[in-house]
């Protein structure tokens, strides 16, 4: 049996395959950005290699004119 957390990821999983999906089909060329990226759970980034390799289609779906933007939080120091 899967552990709270797993299914937890499971879940999430499935919420961003369809929003990415649902966001593509109505516009193709869609802007999808997912910021703070260092907090994902484990597992999570794998959702998005589909889109993000050169496939025609995923799913019955064209993601190759969709924009993705992976963001991630750093701080720069700056020495005066």
């Known amino acids: ?6 299914c937890m990821i499971l879940f999430y999983k499935d919420k961003l395959r369809r929003k990415i999906k649902e966001a593509v089909t109505a516009c193709p060329r869609a802007l999808i950005i997912i910021d703070e990226m260092e907090k994902m759970p484990p597992g999570l980034i794998d959702v998005l290699k589909p889109y993000l390799n ?7 779906v064209d993601y190759r004119k969709a ?7 750093a701080t720069v120091s700056h020495r005066w």
């Open 67 to 73: 924009i993705f933007f992976l963001l991630r939080y």
């Open 54 to 60: 050169f496939h025609d289609n995923v799913e019955g």
């Open 1 to 6: 049996m899967f552990g709270r957390s797993t």
